[in-house]
């Protein structure tokens, strides 16, 4: 019963007891493949760039120090009203000063104009997305021709998590994931294994194109 709880907090975090032993998890756990992927995305200061599923802010936090004082905003997709209350907290500075902006929602049907960002990105999230295709076409169309998304992962951690339950919720099916990228206009789509501090990680691209129909 803990271990199917605890799964389904990872999926939307709750502001209960299970909910705050998930956020801890998930600062524990996720630190550094979200730094990962900001770096990844090379964000200029002036780029609109969002992130989906921002948990408690870490990606955030670092994205806003490449936009900080530049013309650039940041966006935040999240559907746990728990998550974004710890996340504004984390990103207040952001937040008073009109470069950061955090919603509530789904990647289902996003609150965001169609080619309006440089650049998304996202971590340990699209496990748990219902409709890969319409998540996808959904990113695809908010961001700009020739643009990039990038996803960050640990294969080897979520294929533990997977078995022994807390991921039961979620499908980690990256070959899946990767197809459907594909299969919606996305372009170059690749997935590549990197180290931080000796620990492997993987980065998946995709790229928009010139989107012309």
Not at 18 to 43: D, P, T
Not at 48 to 64: D, R
Not at 177 to 190: A, G
Not at 204 to 210: E, L, N, V
């Amino acid at each position: 019963m803990l271990i199917r709880t605890f799964a389904k907090n990872l999926r939307q975090p709750q502001k209960t007891i299970v909910g705050r032993l998930a956020k801890y998890f998930l600062i524990k756990r996720s630190r550094g493949i979200e730094i990962a992927a900001v770096e990844h995305c090379n964000i200029k200061p002036d780029y609109n760039v969002l992130e989906v599923g921002f948990g408690p802010g870490l990606g955030l936090e670092a994205a806003y120090q490449k936009i900080k004082g530049g013309k650039g905003k940041l966006l935040g997709l999240d559907l746990s009203p728990y998550m974004l209350e710890i996340a504004a907290k984390r990103l207040s500075e952001g937040i008073n000063n009109k470069q950061v902006e955090l919603h509530l929602g789904s990647v289902m049907e996003m609150p965001f104009e169609t080619n309006s960002l440089d650049r998304i990105f996202h971590c340990n999230c699209f496990y748990f997305w219902p409709d890969f295709d319409k998540c996808v076409q959904e990113l695809y169309r908010c961001l700009k021709p020739n643009s990039l998304m990038i996803t960050t992962i640990n294969y080897e951690k979520i294929k533990f998590s997977k078995k022994i339950g807390i991921l039961r919720y979620g499908n980690i099916d990256v070959e899946h994931y990767m197809n459907v990228l594909s299969k919606n206009k996305f372009e170059n789509v690749n997935m590549k294994t990197h180290k931080n501090e000796s620990k492997e990680y993987q980065v998946i691209s995709a790229f928009t194109g010139s989107k012309e129909q």
